[in-house]
């Protein structure tokens, strides 16, 4: 055993080693290629601590070599009971995400079975997919400090025979013999073993040494390139590089190549044995450069160059365009050879809409599209591209026209009147939005319109003048625009005349007169009158609504002749109306006849085909009235009558037949009888004809028929159509009365027909109406010809059809076989076609077929014959090997699809076999063939129809063919390397058999598939004879001879220098071969001191001798060492000096007085509010207190400016509660801070840190204490034990609130505890210190990170749980969920997910602060502006800046600006001369912001260029001016238009979720968009807010104890706990006087690995039932997403229904309620003793007990060493006591109970667990009743302090003379100390509660013998031992390489 001392002096050499390392850059430098896999310990008997030790030893290993996938690749597996991969060898490719694994290791745990780990990295590690490279070296390092419980032997040798150099390190009780059984020889190279775990630094030098040559391997001899590079086969992405072998017999060939006009260098890796690769994925037509290097070992020949360009993409041929209508198109192409598919781009030329290209992309199978919603005559270019992956063929352009827009048809007109004209049209084809129609007169410019729907094919024009012809149009408007107009002309009639002019109220001087409107919309009635024959006429105007007028002052008896004329508002006036009437005469005494006479003038007129107006003076005399009799003049004539009253002079007479000559007799009629009567005639017209007749639109078999409507209620139509100029029968044709067109179909083409409509009504038929029309011609195509046929098509040519053809069909049919027809269409205009995927050698016959509008016309028919297929030509068979034969040709004509090779051997069985490549490979490799065999070879063309030609050949394989050209290198000491050119055909591997020349020591091994091996362990300056074999599967080839010699060894040029009187020095010119040195010092004088042997590194060529007697001789000798050899040693002599007298050393002057401290440069500038939160709970203590108010009393002296210009600080204490000590704005000077610090006092009570951050946040760290708005928030939190309450939720509230927080723990805590209190990352803010001596430790560290937080121009912010510095702009602007309430314009929404908040600016809110409070130092020089937002429906498409920066005139200086017109975001700023730039980006990608979805974008602005990242998918990157900084005078503003001016401008609407400017770039390759729908991944996104997760932070308090349970069934096994660590024995005191009882203890650390009375278990409860199952609920249709509703109240469980579709991601549901408790069960059987259970929550620290009795200890040891032996032996083979990662606890507040669970199964018995900590024998007791679990109690008090002083520390000891910078050897240990006085004994405190339960493996009891202690007791003075714990990262930080770190201007730090 060494001693402390010893310890210390060699953790002081590894510290100066890990210095040397980072200071001077101590690396192996090699180019060569390494795969090492550590194999790590990881069972119980290393224990945590030494772990550590083990971690540090592994970085400095690391450390030395370059890291990266061409060089040095490091894996590591660890085992105990079970082996496991940590990492594989590919995991980490640079050295610091090594070093930083290397510092998380964790620890495993468990047995020792190494020989089962060795098997395993055998297995798993050296494997191509964990890492394994072929030709990289192989190393293993083996690290353990035990005895493996299983076999090493066999994996050990099987490693070293799979070429594995094996390096084993033993520790502490490793048996040396199984480490050289594992290690490879030699042993003092591959072997090293220490004594304790602190040595381990002692071999690192010579352990990195060796590894760093086994890495390197032999020296190479120069390597010649290869040469004669040739490039072939160039494509459009590929060619081929051949090249030839020099003589260096290369392992493997690198080739490199890259575009000559730039681009990065690719790389292909071939074997060594290969001459030839084929460079893919190349682009087209590029020249690339070519380089061909030779690898051998690591080592890198010079370059083969040369070049080759690629050839174009070949295109697309014979691109077709047919089918062509108005708005569709189809096109059709001729298939690219070898593309992976098609991109068709089309745009139109004269569009006069805005239109943007558009593109279809297509698989290679596909080569007929139809393109759609195109343009009505508009001419397209359409363009194709052949695509072979990404890359575009040149274009095949060809330009087609859509046809115009079908016009309306048929415009006609009905119902015509003086002022409106109703005009008809047939509908327009498509989809027709509306029609207008136009109208005007001829002359007019005045253009009047009317617009109807698209269903509408008539409309009424009114309003138009009289008499005058109106130009009408009807034109369709469709989506894209307006077709064609049709256009008519039609007159209007002339204004009617009123009509039955009649009188009435006849007197002697007035008569009224009436009569009926001509039309509705007569204006005025002009109505004059005069007598009969006279001149005096009388006019007057009346309203044109009137129908009678009274006209008075008339003569009597006085006939009138009246007139009557309407005039309309167009001043158009009608026919006048003409009457008469007489007056009546004066009544006088004269007798009057007694009878009438007879009415006179009888007029008949106003004749229509059913009515006669008669009219007629009234007779002279006394009328009652006037009998009217008429009866028809033909036929059978019937009398008829009417009776009108005397007043009345006319009558019109209805129902009368039509064109019938009618006699009228009018008789009047008076009291005595008739009067006279006069007679006259009349007659009707005839019933009425159809007017304007067409014939129009005329087919092969159908005409179009229209007319106008006939006068009169027409009942039916009947339409005639009969040949004209063939005799045929008249057909006839009946529609309805209110239809005036019609479609006469089945005609015969190119015939006149004669069509006749008559109007049938009910009196009969009226007028025929007759017109003719003709049918169009139906023809067939000419000169139908076949031509220019192939293997698989035929063009086909015709002349066109005559008649107006739509299409062609064209139908071919092979003559021979059952394929049936085939067609394909061609447009009109096409006269043409190639027919393609024909038979071969096959007759078709081709029918071309016009197509027209109404059916086909006659077939145009031809026939042709495909050509017959050919084979393959030109077959080669080359290459041959033993097992193999290559095969290539010259490829068959057409598109063949396959090639199948049948090969036989043709000689014994031949038996064909056969395989198949691809028809666009011509070549093919046949293997495994028999060797030294001859083989009959056929190639058959095999084509989508069938087989084609076959070509065969003959081939033959080599016999077993020896390797060649041996030759013998490297030679070395114990070795020399063996290369050999291999055979020339593929081997199973080689054999190496060596011996020394002219004996019989044969040695013989395979190496395997190899062209190059080293023999170990050879004699030094020995010929070999060597001899090579090549293995085949039928046997070994002759051997290839040669032979090789090792090396000898030896040193020169020893020598000595610095020569003194007690050392001196020698050097000597070192070995290029030694690996270390071994040097030995003897005096001549056997009295003289300074007898010496050391062996160091072969890399030191000095070394110092000291400890010297004066003036004495010594000879030096000096050894050189190989791993397993050792030179002759080479000798000198040299005398010491004479000692010369020493003048006395000065006393050291005293230190000077206390003073404050000066400020640290870190902290120079820092300006934050610091608060420190100090542990005052009782487990600290007085004088522990005092220590943390001096940790802080240095920390706040380190800090520059203390006030409100600087640093704030506040000191907060906390135990039971918090109390802020004062407040950040109490003190504005540092020496008021610091005396303050002296004025608190200890509080003393239980440890509630969560309570205290509470207090923080809400107390502390407040606006009314002095808490800053634009600074850095910083807190210290010290504490030394586990909180008693939950810490997790106030902290991360602290982290989110963007504080940085740094704690610092002390001695017994929980770190996973303290991790979730500090910010992220740990590596920076977590701090561990074993005791509180151990402050100044980290105190430099601490307080670096502290001012470099309070120096950063940014404050920190918190972002997805870590926290960087940056701006929250959200809450700049008040927009919090707090504070959004109060701000105007503002409200909440959901955001992307329902549990996010969203923020909803209104229209014009205007959202405005200061810059100086947002930005006061401006804007840092590069940062990312990150925003999740939402455009709204509502959002204005002008340009508004979602964010700006503008000066005090309201001037824009930098900013966000989106143009919803143009679809652009722009970024702009002032750069460094004050010039305003813009960069707009306008790609398709970031067009998506537009569409109304959240989404985010980083704009990360960089000195030179800014880059947009949408969704975080990048999206473009533009050069930028170096921007310019901002001033901080004006203001920052949300939403404002850019076009809007002045402070208090228009804002636009938008939805903001998130907006945070990050003063870095790196933040965004954190981000992975987790609150986005589109772009979150469950499996890697955290759990979102207010989500119901297993890990939920948020536990409540701990719930009521639940009722006590029967026993429960027998549980599963349990796992095994981890041990405790044995606590340091402390001082033996003397026995001092019993004193008072002193108060409850703390808890005590961990003690001896003693048994002590295990706890009393609980008592499990059982399984509830489960709940009764609820009906089965109907599976909806999706809705619409809807607002956020309130909750409802919980619903019935409906019973399970059948699984339905995968619905959207709904929203968090709220918390079930708790089921009841189940029924309790049975009484279960007993179980298997159970593992070890988990682990209890530590104690806190106690005070120190007194020893047991030594013979108590022993027993009890040997009886738990006993017990514990037998069951880790038990316990190997099962592998089932392993326990989790790592030990963390996880100390949390019980929550309320939840509902019980189903019944488990019953598990076996577990086995018996560990014993706990030691306590004392206690008096028995009565078993009492198991109690129920209770609730964590609190801390007890503080014990008393005890009564005993410490000794007083000596003086110290002058400082010794200046060393050498040489390391000197390991010095004696020095005298032990005086041991102080004992301390009184203090009492007996009252016992704490248990600890965690230790463990003692059998290493840990070796020590301890079993027949009482060996010896003496000797108590030692107990010298605490204080080092920095390093921190163990836990699995869930994911430490990013990105992340910023924030320093003072001019500070730096180096890393280790």
Not at 830 to 855: C, F, H, I, K, W
Not at 1429 to 1450: C, G, K, V, Y
Not at 1860 to 1881: A, D
């Amino acid at each position: 055993m060494k001693s402390r001392l010893c310890l210390a002096v060699a953790a002081v050499f590894a510290a100066l080693f890990a210095a040397s390392v980072e200071a001077q850059g101590v690396q192996c430098t090699t180019k060569a290629a390494a795969d090492i896999v550590l194999l790590v310990d990881g069972s119980w008997s290393i224990g945590r601590l030494n772990f550590r030790q083990i971690r540090s030893f592994i970085a400095k290993l690391v450390q030395v070599f370059d890291i990266s996938p061409r060089r040095v690749q490091f894996g590591l597996a660890q085992y105990s009971g079970d082996p496991r991969t940590e990492w594989n060898l590919n995991t980490y490719k640079d050295k610091q995400s090594l070093l930083t694994a290397v510092a998380a290791l964790p620890y495993k745990g468990g047995n020792t079975l190494t020989g089962m780990a060795l098997s395993y990295i055998l297995e798993k590690n050296f494997k191509a997919d964990a890492g394994a490279r072929p030709n990289a070296r192989k190393i293993g390092v083996l690290i353990t400090d035990g005895k493996s419980q299983d076999d090493v032997a066999l994996p050990s040798e099987t490693l070293r025979e799979m070429g594995v150099e094996l390096y084993a390190v033993g520790i502490k009780n490793a048996d040396e013999a199984e480490l050289r059984t594992i290690a490879t020889d030699p042993d003092d190279v591959h072997m090293y073993n220490v004594a304790d775990f602190a040595l381990l630094v002692e071999i690192v030098d010579d352990l990195t040494t060796n590894l760093c040559n086994s890495v390197k391997g032999p020296t190479i001899d120069d390597l010649y390139p290869p040469t004669n590079l040739v490039t072939s086969e160039p494509s459009h992405h590929s060619f081929r590089v051949t090249w030839d072998h020099s003589n260096s017999n290369f392992d493997r060939y690198r080739v490199e190549y890259q575009p000559l006009s730039g681009g990065s260098t690719e790389e292909v890796l071939v074997s060594g044995r290969t001459k030839t690769t084929v460079l893919t994925n190349l682009q087209p037509e590029t020249e690339y450069l070519v380089n061909v290097y030779g690898l051998l070992e690591g080592e890198i020949s010079e370059p083969l160059t040369g070049t080759e360009t690629t050839t174009p993409i070949p295109g697309v041929r014979n691109l077709n365009v047919y089918d062509v209508t108005p708005t569709t198109m189809n096109v059709r192409w001729e298939p690219a050879t070898g593309a992976s598919g098609y991109m068709l781009l089309y745009t139109p030329v004269n569009a006069t809409i805005p239109t943007v290209e558009k593109e279809l992309k297509v698989g290679p199978d596909n080569t007929d599209l139809k393109l759609e919603n195109l343009l009505p005559n508009t001419e397209y270019t359409v363009t194709i591209h052949a695509l072979y992956g990404d890359l575009p063929s040149d274009p095949l352009s060809v330009q087609e026209t859509t046809l115009p827009e079908d016009e309306p048809r048929n415009i006609w007109f009905s119902d015509i009147t003086h002022s409106t004209i109703n005009t008809h049209w047939d509908p327009a084809p498509g989809r027709v939005r509306k029609y207008v129609i136009k109208y005007k007169e001829p002359e007019d410019e005045n253009i009047k319109e009317v617009e109807v729907p698209g269903s509408v094919t008539s409309v009424p024009l009114t309003g138009l003048t009289s008499q005058t012809e109106y130009e009408i149009s009807a034109t369709a408007v469709y989506d894209y625009g307006p077709s064609n107009p049709l256009t008519g002309r039609e007159n209007t009639l002339v204004v009617p005349a009123p009509s039955n002019l009649r009188f009435s109220d006849i007197r002697e001087n007035r008569f009224r007169i009436h009569w009926d409107h001509g039309a509705k919309d007569v204006a005025l009635y002009r109505l004059s009158w005069v007598p009969s024959g006279g001149r005096d006429k009388k006019e007057m105007i009346i309203n044109g609504d009137e129908k009678s007028q009274i006209l008075d002052n008339l003569n009597p008896d006085t006939l009138y002749d009246v007139s009557l004329t309407a005039i309309y508002p167009d001043e158009m006036e009608s026919e006048d109306l003409l009457g008469s009437q007489r007056t009546l005469s004066i009544r006088t005494t004269a007798h009057t006849p007694v009878t009438p006479t007879a009415p006179r003038n009888l007029q008949v007129y106003n004749a229509t085909s059913h009515s006669l107006t008669v009219k007629w003076d009234p007779a002279i005399g006394r009328v009652r009235g006037y009998r009217v009799i008429y009866a028809p003049m033909t036929g059978d004539p019937i009398d008829e009558m009417v009776t009108v009253g005397a007043r009345q002079n006319s009558v019109v007479l209805q129902k009368l037949d039509p064109d019938t000559p009618y006699s009228i007799k009018v008789v009047s009629v008076s009291r005595a009888g008739d009067g006279g009567q006069i007679i006259g005639n009349g007659r009707t017209k005839p019933l009425a004809s159809v007017r304007n007749l067409r014939v129009y639109n005329p087919t092969m078999s159908s005409l179009n028929v229209i007319w106008d409507p006939a006068e009169g209620v027409v009942r039916r139509y009947k339409i005639h159509y009969v040949p004209t100029t063939e005799a045929g029968n008249e057909e006839v044709v009946t529609v309805p009365g209110n239809t005036h067109s019609t479609v006469l179909k089945k005609l015969n083409p190119d015939t006149p027909y004669d069509v006749t409509v008559v109007p049938v009504f009910d009196e009969g038929e009226g007028a025929r109406k007759t017109s003719t029309g003709r049918t169009l011609i139906r023809g067939a195509p000419g000169s139908v010809q076949v031509f220019n046929p192939s293997t698989n098509s035929l063009n086909v040519r015709w002349t066109s059809a005559p008649g107006p053809v739509q299409q062609y069909r064209v139908i071919y049919t092979p003559q021979t076989g059952t394929r049936p027809a085939q067609y394909i269409t061609v447009p009109a205009n096409t006269n043409n076609v190639l027919l393609d995927r024909l038979q071969s050698d096959t007759e078709y016959s081709v029918n071309v077929v016009p197509m027209y509008a109404n059916g086909e016309g006659d077939p145009g028919t031809d026939v042709g014959k495909t050509l017959p297929r050919g084979g393959p030509r030109n077959m080669r068979v080359y290459d041959a090997t033993t097992n193999s034969l290559s095969v290539s040709w010259d490829h068959a004509e057409g598109a063949v699809q396959q090639y199948r090779i049948i090969y036989a051997p043709t000689v014994g069985d031949p038996i064909e076999e056969f395989t198949f490549v691809p028809g666009r490979r011509n070549n093919v490799l046949l293997q495994p063939l028999t060797a030294d065999t001859p083989y009959r070879i056929s190639v058959v063309a095999m084509y989508a129809d069938g087989d084609g030609g076959q070509l065969t050949g003959d081939g033959k394989t080599v016999g077993l063919l020896e390797p060649r050209n041996l030759r013998v290198s490297d030679e070395w000491y114990t070795r020399f390397r063996v290369t050999w050119d291999p055979a020339p055909s593929p081997v199973l591997g080689y054999k190496l058999v060596y011996q020394p020349t002219g004996t019989n020591e044969k040695m013989e091994l395979f190496v395997g598939d190899v062209t190059s091996y080293t023999p170990q362990n050879l004699k030094p300056g020995t010929p070999y004879d060597v001899d090579v074999y090549a293995i085949y599967d039928s046997g070994s080839s002759e051997p290839l001879a040669g032979q090789g010699t090792t090396l000898y060894l030896n040193v020169t040029g020893l020598r000595t220098y610095k020569v003194d009187w007690n050392t001196f020095c020698i050097e000597w010119n070192p070995h290029r071969a030694a690996t270390s040195y071994r040097i030995k010092l003897q005096p001549v004088d056997a009295y003289s001191n300074g007898h010496q042997e050391v062996t160091i590194s072969g890399a030191e060529s000095t070394h110092c001798f000291t400890g010297l007697s004066p003036d004495s001789l010594y000879d030096a000798t000096v050894y050189t060492q190989l791993p397993n050899l050792e030179g002759p040693g080479m000798q000198l002599q040299e005398r010491t000096l004479v000692r010369p007298t020493e003048a006395p050393t000065e006393p050291p002057s005293p230190p000077p007085p206390p003073t404050i401290p000066p400020a640290r440069e870190v902290c120079m500038g820092a300006k934050a509010d610091l608060v420190f939160l100090i542990d005052g709970s009782w487990s600290i203590g007085d004088e522990n207190f005092n220590k943390i108010l001096q940790f802080c009393f240095d920390t706040i002296g380190a800090l520059d400016n203390i006030g409100p210009t600087g640093m704030q600080i506040s000191l907060v204490q906390f135990s039971d509660d918090a109390k802020a000590e004062f407040k950040l704005d109490t003190y504005s000077s540092k020496g008021m801070a610091l005396a303050a610090l002296q004025i608190i006092r200890y509080k003393g009570g239980n440890t509630k840190t969560g309570r205290a951050l509470e207090f923080l946040y809400d107390n502390v760290f407040i606006y009314p204490n002095g808490m800053r708005k634009t600074v850095p928030k910083v807190l210290v939190v010290v504490t030394d034990g586990r909180s008693q309450d939950e810490v997790k939720k106030p902290a991360l509230a602290l982290q989110e609130a963007g504080y940085s927080v740094f704690v610092v723990g002390v001695a017994d805590i929980d770190v996973t505890e303290l991790k979730n209190i500090g910010s992220k990352p740990s590596t920076r803010h977590l701090f561990l210190v074993d005791d509180f001596d151990a402050f100044e430790k980290i105190q430099d560290e601490l307080i670096t990170f502290l001012c470099e937080t309070a120096t950063s121009t940014c404050p920190l912010i918190y972002l997805n749980g870590f926290t960087t510095p940056g701006f929250s702009m959200l809450q700049s602007f008040n927009l919090t969920e707090k504070d959004a309430a109060s701000v105007a314009g503002v409200s909440t929404v959901p955001g992307s997910f329902n549990s996010y908040t969203a923020y909803s600016i209104h229209k014009d809110a205007h959202l405005l602060q200061p810059t100086i409070e947002v930005h006061p130092d401006g804007l840092p020089t590069t940062y990312t502006i990150m925003m999740l937002f939402r455009l709204l429906p509502t959002t204005t498409s002008e340009p508004f800046a979602i964010w700006q920066i503008t000066d005090q005139d309201n001037k824009p200086e930098v900013g966000v600006l989106l143009d919803g017109n143009s679809k652009t975001l722009s970024y702009f700023n002032k750069d460094e001369r004050g010039e305003s730039q813009t960069i707009t980006f306008d790609t398709e990608d970031m067009k998506k912001l537009f569409y109304g979805n959240f989404h985010k974008v980083h704009i990360m602005v960089n000195q030179n260029t800014v880059k947009l990242i949408v969704d975080c998918q990048e999206v473009e990157e533009k050069m930028a001016n170096p921007a310019g900084n901002i001033t901080t005078d004006g203001y920052e503003i949300l939403g404002k238009l850019a076009k809007s001016r002045g402070p208090k401008g228009k804002s636009a609407p938008f939805e903001i979720q998130s907006f945070d400017i990050i003063c870095s770039l790196g933040w965004v390759l954190r981000d992975k968009c987790c609150d986005l729908p589109s772009m979150r991944d469950e499996a890697k996104c955290p759990a979102l807010p207010h989500a119901c997760t297993c890990a939920q932070a948020n536990i409540g308090p701990p719930g009521p104890p639940g009722p006590s349970g029967q026993g429960g069934s027998k549980g599963p096994r349990g796992e095994r706990g981890p041990h405790g660590q044995p606590g340091p024995p402390g001082p033996r005191g003397e026995l001092g006087p019993p004193g008072p009882q002193g108060l409850p203890g703390p808890q005590g650390a961990n003690g001896l690995s003693l048994p002590g009375a295990p706890g009393r278990p609980g008592v499990k409860g059982d399984a509830g039932e489960p709940g009764l199952v609820g009906r089965t609920g109907s599976t909806g249709r999706m809705g619409p997403a809807g607002t956020s509703g309130p909750q409802g109240a919980r619903g019935f469980p409906g019973i399970q229904g059948p699984p339905g579709p995968l619905g959207p991601r709904g929203s968090i549901g709220t918390t079930g309620v708790s089921g009841p408790p189940g029924q309790r069960g049975s009484q279960g059987q007993k179980g298997d003793i159970g593992s070890l259970g988990p682990i209890g929550p530590k104690g806190e620290k106690g005070d120190r007990g007194e020893f047991a009795p030594q013979n108590m200890m022993r027993a009890i040891s040997r009886q738990v060493c006993e017990q514990l032996m037998n069951n880790h032996m038990r316990r190997v083979n099962s592998l089932i006591n392993q326990i989790p990662n790592g030990y963390y606890s996880n100390r949390a507040v019980a929550g309320p109970p939840g509902p019980p669970g189903q019944p488990g199964t019953n598990g076996e018995v577990g086995e018996s667990g560990p014993p706990g900590p030691p306590g004392f024998p206690g008096t028995p007791a009565d078993q009492g009743r198991p109690g129920d679990r209770g609730t964590p109690g609190e801390k007890g008090e503080k014990g008393s302090q005890g009564i005993g002083k410490p000794g007083q520390r000596g003086l110290p000891g002058p400082p010794g003379p200046q060393g050498q910078s040489r390391t000197g050897p390991t010095g004696l240990p020095g005298p032990m100390g005086p041991l102080g006085p004992p301390g009184r004994p203090g009492h007996y405190g009252s016992r704490g509660p248990s600890g965690p339960p230790g463990y003692c493996d059998s290493s840990m009891c070796a020590g301890i013998p079993y027949n009482g202690y060996p010896g003496r007791y000797e108590p030692q003075p107990y010298r605490p031992e204080t080092h920095v714990v390093p921190i163990e990262r836990g699995e869930e930080e994911v430490i990013d390489q990105t992340e910023t770190e924030i320093q003072s201007p001019g500070f730096s730090r180096l890393h280790s």
